[in-house]
């Protein structure tokens, strides 16, 4: 046998991973607020896009003065058109052909589910907005208005402790001191700095630097500056005059409470049952991080992208919100003003800026559409927990999802990331909704891990201290109401839930009245 070179064709086909195509697939995964984002830099960037600031302010559009005005409006906009989506719109038709000319590329490898549209059709218009304002606009706002210039900054916990400071010392060398024990204070209230370091750094001796750290620890709140845990709970006891020796053991001895060890607490701390429980007590009121409060980011709120909400016939109405949906619009009157008097190299420019518009439009159009289908069915596959609870949450996985609506897993999976339901139960991530199985003793439906653990928290709030449920007997309960578990799967998931042990509850619920009730 011979080796010789020739020549032969052959025929493949490949997906070939295109920056557009890459866009599409990194839209599905972005939360809203990071949508947002992405698409302010796009406006940034492409001088074609534009914000429809129109629909942000609640306006319509104005009404043209002129008949020339109404048909150049009428050629370079579609956004009046009525069969137009109302969360996203564009003033330039574009025609999947044209896109996929251009791109070297089609929408049906992102959204398979797409191609079945004709050319031009729309899609059907989406569930009216609950949350839209009625009523006629009676202020203006104007553009340079900032709301925020009149909020009041929010003191750090350094600023709070430097007022304090001047107010205490007026000696300017011990209020270097202070200032330098300041900087070594952590986010929730606690001196992390040597002494000994600073007192070298700032040329003094140890004493003097633990005198004014004395000082700051009467500052409030109360607890600051504190070098450890017993210090800090130590401080706010003596503010209410609760530290004896009793407690100062206990202080010295937190292991034990943490273990929930209260029969040698009582032997270290020379108190019956009743006295541990009250020192216990005032334990819980006090607060290990004081300086937590102070300077922290402000909490943001969970924003959901589906409301979900019965309808009158007693099914689900699933919408979008469309407040979470950036509008974008592509702007073809400039590009068709400006193209006709620029250079070769400025219009390949333009060019390439008009097909990542149209791209993006697209993109964001079959976005909103799939998480719409994606959340749809899973309305449908979870009705049980909308209606009746937790414990009615069936088992679901992402196949089931992507086989009942025509989509790969992988999309299922970037689509329920980071996006949130809002439902009449509260607002749930969509990845709450897929849990595993467990199957039934009975040999009937299979019960999701999440009602599982529901139940598990249930019985377990409601023992008495006389009666308190071990992993076994939980196990039994669980498999008399049709649940096939096993034991160390009880207690997995007892120790996700952070319940502790029977031996920890007993302990805790006898040395706490107030918890065996």
């Known amino acids: 046998m011979s080796l010789s070179p020739k020549l032969e064709f052959r025929q493949t086909q490949s997906l070939v991973m295109t920056p557009q195509l890459m866009q599409a697939i990194k839209l599905l995964q972005l939360s809203n607020l990071d949508l947002v984002s992405y698409v302010d830099a796009e406006l940034e960037r492409n001088p074609l896009l534009e914000r429809d600031e129109r629909d942000e302010l609640g306006e319509a559009a104005p009404p043209p003065e002129k008949a020339s005005d109404l048909a150049e409006q009428q050629a370079t906009a579609l956004d009046v058109a009525e069969d137009r989506p109302d969360w996203l719109e564009t003033r330039l038709e574009v025609s999947p052909d044209s896109i996929a000319e251009r791109l070297d590329t089609d929408l049906s490898n992102v959204f398979p589910d797409d191609h079945g549209h004709a050319a031009g059709e729309a899609a059907p218009m989406p569930p009216a907005d609950p949350w839209a304002m009625t009523g006629t606009r009676t202020t203006q706002v104007s553009d340079d208005y900032n709301l925020e210039a009149f909020v009041a900054e929010e003191k750090s916990l350094a600023d709070v402790l430097g007022e304090q400071l001047g107010l205490a010392i007026r000696d300017e060398r011990l209020r270097l001191i202070g200032y330098a024990l300041i900087d070594e204070v952590d986010a929730a209230g606690y001196m992390r700095g040597s002494l000994a370091a600073i007192a070298e750094r700032l040329g003094t001796d140890v004493a003097e630097v633990e005198a004014v750290l004395a000082i700051l620890q009467t500052f409030e709140p109360t607890g600051i500056c504190a070098r450890d845990l017993p210090e800090c709970l130590g401080i706010q006891l003596k503010e209410r005059n609760r530290f004896d020796p009793p407690m100062a053991a206990l202080l010295s001895h937190l292991d034990l409470a943490a273990r929930r060890d209260f029969a040698a607490l009582r032997k270290v701390c020379g108190v019956d049952d009743e006295d541990l429980a009250e020192m216990l007590g005032e334990l819980r009121a006090l607060n290990p991080k004081p300086g937590a409060r102070f300077g922290s980011a402000p909490m943001q709120p969970i924003v959901p992208d589906v409301v979900v909400r019965p309808a009158p016939d007693g099914s689900w109405l699933i919408e979008l919100n469309t407040d979470t949906l950036p509008r974008v619009l592509v702007n073809q009157s400039y590009y068709a003003k400006v193209v006709r008097s620029t250079k070769d190299t400025e219009r390949a420019y333009l060019a390439d800026c008009l097909q990542t518009a149209n791209w993006l439009v697209k993109s964001l159009d079959q976005r909103a559409k799939t998480i719409l289908k994606v ?143």
């Open 375 to 517: 959340a749809t069915e899973i309305v449908r596959q979870q009705d049980g927990f909308l209606t009746h609870g937790v414990r009615h949450l069936r088992p679901l996985n992402l196949k089931t999802i992507a086989e009942a609506i025509g989509m790969h897993e992988s999309t299922v999976s970037r689509v329920t990331s980071n996006k949130y339901m809002a439902t009449p139960r509260g607002i749930f991530e969509l990845k709450y909704f897929f849990t595993s199985a467990i199957a039934s003793s009975e040999g009937g439906e299979a019960h999701s891990a999440e009602a599982v653990r529901h139940r598990i928290r249930s019985l377990i709030d409601a023992e008495s201290a006389d009666d308190i449920l071990s992993d076994d007997t939980l196990v039994k309960l669980l498999r008399d109401s049709g649940i096939d578990i096993a034991r160390r799967t009880v207690a997995k998931y007892r120790e996700a839930l952070r319940i502790p042990s029977s031996v920890q509850r007993r302990r805790e619920k006898q040395a706490d009245p107030a918890m065996s009730r």
